[in-house]
């Protein structure tokens, strides 16, 4: 079975940039050791230790729409239900817990289980 390392996801906002434009899907990776690690080093993280959420995403977000190069100070200028999205995004990619949720068809009752899917149906 092959190791799923990146996850697309469609934020519920969207990042908006200095021009205007709105990037709303995006690409996370998992964690690493280092990723979870380093930032406490941080001076910003040291004097304000909520601050290491905004370092850690600003690792494991590799794309935010045209953007690839994602800073600390890209994730800071994320909305509150954005930030909550991806923070509960990294819980569940992270954790040892297959990614699949608990769904019951309408049609029959019957439940069953499917992949975890972060982006909209469009």
Do not use: W
Not at 18 to 30: A, D, F, I, P, W
């Amino acid at each position: 079975m092959e190791l799923i390392t990146e996850f697309e996801f469609e934020l519920p906002r969207g990042y908006v940039d200095e021009n205007g434009e709105v990037h709303k899907k995006g690409v996370m990776r998992l964690a690493t050791a280092a990723d979870e690690i380093l930032p406490l080093r941080d001076p910003r993280v040291v004097s304000n230790p909520a601050y290491l959420t905004i370092i850690l995403l600003s690792r494991v977000v590799t794309s935010l729409g045209t953007l690839t190069n994602i800073r600390p100070t890209t994730i800071e200028k994320l909305f509150s239900a954005d930030l909550a999205f991806l923070q509960n995004m990294y819980q569940t990619i992270n954790s040892m817990d297959d990614l699949m949720e608990t769904c019951v068809c309408p049609a029959c009752g019957e439940k069953y289980k499917k992949p975890i899917n972060f982006t909209r149906a469009e």
